[in-house]
């Protein structure tokens, strides 16, 4: 958690990540001014600065030391709680993000996470999701982020289907980095992936040159992303809706 709280403002992989996810929280906003949102297991709170934009925004998470490396850098509308039992009334937000959570649940975690969201959203309401992808790139930041699994289109889709979202569009991102990560990653598993305390050397920010290379080489990708869905990458992100008529579930 250290790691990445140290590792959230500069380097390429989050900045990039932000850039994906904006015009997605433009869409999902549009209309709705202020919007209302929550980021469902939120770490140390880093991503509220990017969804206060726009509108009130509200984030926990279950892991106390993040929500106090949070709370030490100011974020205050941050609570502990799993994301299996969301401490928020139905309907309540305009706005569900769930940002690199559901690939470290356990199957029937994951499923109440999904329906939890889905309560919390309002009808038309909107849900964004980022998951790992691919299992062909597993590699040490898969150690590091406590992976149950990594994510197909099909697989993600399914899940979020299943709880009553429609699904808008699925994207992977960070493609124009999938090569270079493919080589890496299999060369990891082959010698034996390393243990977490070892495994946050993957978070550690490049030196600058290369950290501003690879965050440009990414904000072009984000602008590809903008207009056409990408095949390959390390992650899927993913914007859904709940419906206007929401469906009622029975027992």
Known sequence: MRATALAETRHFWFRGFR??????????????????????????????????????AYGFDLTALGLRLGREAGRTRLARASVSAIPFPSDAFDVVTSFDVLYALEPPVERAAAAEMYRVARPGGFLIVNVAAMD??????????????????????????????????????????????????????WR????????????????????????????????????????????????AKKPARARTKTP
């Not at 469902?40 to 206060?52: D, F, Q, R």
């Not at 699994?149 to 569009?169: K, N, P, T, W």
């Open 19 to 56: 850039r994906f996810v904006t015009p997605l929280l433009a869409l999902a906003t549009a209309g709705r001014s202020p919007a209302r949102l929550l980021d469902c297991g939120c770490g140390t709170g880093a991503n509220l600065e990017l969804l206060s934009r726009y509108g009130p």
């Open 136 to 189: 062909i790139l597993k590699g040490d930041h898969s150690v590091l982020g406590h992976e149950v699994r990594r994510y197909s289109r099909q697989a993600l889709r399914r899940l979020l289907e299943d709880a009553g979202f429609e699904i808008v569009r699925i994207t992977h991102t960070n493609a124009s980095l999938f090569l270079p990560m493919l080589v890496v990653r299999t060369l990891q598993r």
């Open 192 to 239: 034996g992936l390393r243990p977490e305390a070892q495994a946050s050397q993957d978070l550690s920010v490049p030196s600058r040159p290369v950290n501003a290379l690879l965050t440009a080489v990414l904000a072009l990708e984000s602008l590809g992303t903008r207009m056409f869905d990408s095949p390959v990458g390390s992650s899927l992100l993913c914007l």
